[in-house]
């Protein structure tokens, strides 16, 4: 799911929804790239917008993910 734009949460309740203990989600995501990697990828291939900040949390990125790759790519003007 990750290679496909999915974040943490959105993996986490696939894994919970196959029956996978806690500790091998956790330990799952774990060896997956950081979720803000992830999301900044995704950022720079798709732009940033707000619809791609949509678009990743409704694929399961945190606020804090999300937010950290759209401030990386378009710094404030202060």
Do not use: C, H, N, W
Not at 45 to 70: C, P, Q, W, Y
């Amino acid at each position: 799911m990750a290679t496909r734009g999915y974040g943490d949460a959105a993996i986490r309740a696939d894994l919970e929804g196959r029956g996978l203990s806690a500790d091998r989600i956790e330990s799952a995501i774990g060896d997956l790239e950081p979720e803000a990697e992830r999301a900044r990828s995704l950022v720079e291939r798709d732009g940033s917008s707000a619809r791609t900040a949509r678009g990743l949390l409704a694929k399961g990125f945190s606020e804090d993910a999300v937010e950290s790759a759209i401030g990386v790519l378009q710094p404030s003007d202060s």
